[in-house]
């Protein structure tokens, strides 16, 4: 790990204003990403801006009846919160099958949304890798590429986004909020937070320079039965290869997003109209213009099937 500066700002501005003044520096909240790319030297910032004093820890009421979530509070307090269980359901199941009961107590709703790739490629600093090193190639495009993208990818990346909550949150229709360095607040809806790799896969979302994340809002609860379905190598801690969020009523009708099939989390508003006719019917639409590898051509009945799956569970 290379060495670095450090401080601990006072309130979300100054924090915003500290990553914003200092070249190559980073936000650092659970550390359960951004320490483990500091020791493989993938990420290399040379200092560090502490935002865990900030009080960006709390779950509260909005006025319009949804929970605002603070962009601190830790996922095992999410998964746990009464309304969240009650109300928004699909999140406290995303959340549930993400990393172990350790991560979880560590890992906070605001890196949640930011981390990066697990792409094999990514981690090996000894391969080319266009998100790691921009315009060094993309070993993926020609190596193994079972776990990765099918859809949404570019010549320049074909890694996918590796979390579970954001693609309940993609399902839940929730706002990003966050502060810039001059202290000015920007709402982003979750649909627009995440960026598609294009010829900048290096860039993993639309937050400019010394940004801070300072909470999520989620919406009105959504009536129907709340599902998270989790395809992946082995029963716990690893990676979706397919996942599924749906919030659906018992003819079928609802909204779904999928995960572990893109650079971020995928949903088409337009094919959840078809939900009643069955998965084939949505997934034909959602993966429409699906590009997958040889390797990872079965994500595509294979996400088919994972709904299935989520509509027998809600009509049953």
């Known amino acids: 790990m290379r060495s670095f500066t450090y401080e601990r700002p006072g309130t979300p501005a100054e924090a915003a204003a500290a990553v914003a003044r200092t070249p190559e520096a980073k936000f650092i909240a659970g550390g359960t990403n951004l320490l483990d ?14 935002v865990n004093g900030l009080k960006l820890d709390t779950i509260e009421p909005t006025p319009e009846g949804g929970l605002r979530v603070g962009a601190l509070v830790r996922n095992t307090d999410l998964a746990a919160d009464p309304r969240v269980r009650k109300d928004y359901a699909v999140l406290s199941r995303a959340l549930l099958a993400g990393a172990s009961g350790q991560l979880r107590n560590r890992a906070t709703t ?45 010549e320049a990346c074909i890694a996918t986004h590796p979390g579970d909550m954001a693609v309940a949150m993609r399902v839940l229709d929730a706002t990003v909020e966050t502060i810039d360095a001059k202290g000015a607040a920007r709402s982003i809806p979750i649909a627009e937070f995440h960026r598609l790799p294009g010829d900048r896969p290096e860039v993993d979302t639309t937050l400019q320079a010394g940004e801070l994340i300072t909470a999520v809002t989620l919406p009105k609860p959504v009536a129907g039965t709340h599902i998270y379905r989790k395809v992946r190598d082995r029963a716990s801690y690893a990676y979706a290869l397919v996942s599924v969020a749906a919030i659906l009523g018992k003819d079928g009708s609802g909204r779904v997003a999928f995960g572990g099939v893109a650079h971020k989390p995928w949903r088409v508003e337009a094919a959840e109209a078809d939900l009643p006719r069955g998965a084939k019917a949505v997934t034909d639409t959602v993966f429409a213009d699906a590009k997958p590898t040889h390797h990872n051509a079965y994500k595509l009945k294979l996400a088919e099937r994972t709904l299935g799956a989520a509509l027998t569970q809600a009509r049953a």
């Open 37 to 50: 790319l500091m020791k493989l030297q993938i990420e290399t910032p040379a200092h560090l801006v502490d």
């Open 110 to 154: 605001a890196g949640n949304l930011l981390q990066r790739t697990r792409c094999p490629y990514f981690y090996d600093t000894a391969q080319p890798c266009n998100k790691r090193r921009p315009g060094s190639g993309c070993a993926a495009l020609d190596g193994i590429s079972r776990t990765l993208a099918v859809i949404g990818s570019s």
